[in-house]
Each structure stands twice: as structure tokens, then as C-alpha cells.
Nanobody, 121 residues
């Protein structure tokens, strides 16, 4: 059984940083991706970033590229999302998902419960 649990969300001022963590029980294959999606209330869920377990392949949405960095720590079965230069537009609930291959939420069968990120002006 594959389970995911996110943590690290919180309230931060614009320009600040947060690091999100996603602990995965049950490893994915190296050919599959683990990624982060985000959703604001009343809005569609959107892709942010994804990575394979070896770290050799990464994907980023244009809106976060250059500000967010996704990485893995195999010893801790964890995927991280380092979020720098945060903007109010980044405010959303962030979900970790695994078992996909691209940027579409429909590709990912396993999801965490989410962690809230709020960026103040």
C-alpha cells in the first residue's frame, strides 16, 4: 500500500521561504514521478513540480521555475519542495502525489491529505 503525508505548510510573508515535506510509504519505481499540486479554494488544482526517485528527472510549472526546487532523500523516503521568493499568488493547499509521469493530476493514483501555505502581502 502506498501512502503519502505532507507537512511544512504555514503562514509566511511575501518574499519568504518554506520547505514542504512528503513522506512516502511504499517506494515508487524510478520511471514514475512524485510531485506537488496546489489548489486554492474554489479554483482548479494545478501542477507545481515533480521528480523521480533518483532525482535525475524534474518537471516544473513555469509559474514556480527558478523559485521552487524539488528534491528527494531516499534515506527518509521523503520528497521536498523548497519554496523561495514566495508570492501571494502561491497561497493554496499543497498536495503530494505519486505514481504519475507528467503534469496532469489524472495520471497520479496516490495522494496525500494536503498542507496549507498562506503568503501574506
Amino acid at each position: 500500500q502506498v501512502q503519502l503525508e505532507e507537512s511544512g505548510g504555514g503562514l509566511v510573508q511575501a518574499g519568504g521561504s518554506l520547505r514542504l515535506s512528503c513522506v512516502v510509504s511504499g517506494r515508487t519505481f524510478s520511471t514514475s514521478l512524485t510531485g506537488w499540486f496546489r489548489q486554492a479554494p474554489g479554483k482548479e488544482r494545478e501542477f507545481a513540480a515533480a521528480i523521480n526517485w533518483s532525482g535525475s528527472r524534474t518537471l516544473y510549472a513555469d509559474s514556480v521555475k527558478g523559485r521552487f526546487t524539488i528534491s528527494t532523500d531516499n534515506a527518509k523516503n521523503t520528497v521536498y519542495l523548497q519554496m523561495n521568493s514566495l508570492k501571494p499568488e502561491d497561497t493554496a493547499e499543497y498536495y503530494c502525489a505519486t505514481g504519475g509521469w507528467g503534469r496532469s493530476e489524472n495520471e497520479y493514483p496516490y495522494w496525500g491529505q494536503g498542507t496549507q501555505v498562506t503568503v501574506s502581502s
